[in-house]
């Protein structure tokens, strides 16, 4: 799956691989899943705030841009495999405003998230699974 992002007036695209994970981790020495799932955390806080309710000192600590940022480069690095290191590339941006980099990477991790279930021998010998005509 790819995504586009624009950043500065720069279009950065955005890929996701199953190999996304993998590099990830080579990268970072950070589980992928991991750092989602803070993602998560900090994405939810982000949101609760947007919405106008109250957020907790304990629930701002929480929040890790890092993490975003890491997430970003990856999914960057994937549809482009020419940018630069994280640090430069993370310094060759005025700024990366956390809302827009979150939006651009939401689908890309639900994509990579997902499941299909596989059709089983049997289910496939026996017609199980085919849409009915109507």
Do not use: H
Request: glycine share 6%; net charge positive; aromatic share 10%.
């Amino acid at each position: 799956m790819e995504g586009m992002l624009r950043i500065d007036g720069r279009e950065i695209r955005l890929k996701a691989t199953a190999a996304t994970p993998i590099r990830y981790r080579s990268e970072f020495g950070v589980d992928f899943f991991k750092d989602v799932y803070r993602f998560g955390v900090s994405g939810n806080t982000i949101a609760k705030s947007d919405s106008g309710k109250a957020v907790t000192d304990e629930e701002l600590n929480a929040i890790e841009l890092d993490c975003v940022y890491r997430l970003l480069w990856a999914f960057a690095k994937e549809a482009d495999k020419d940018i630069l290191p994280f640090m430069e590339w993370l310094e060759s941006f005025d700024v990366l405003p956390f809302t827009d980099c979150a939006k651009a990477i939401s689908p890309l991790i639900n994509k990579l998230m997902q499941s299909k279930k596989q059709k089983t021998p049997t289910q496939i010998s026996r017609g199980k699974g085919k849409k009915k005509k109507k």
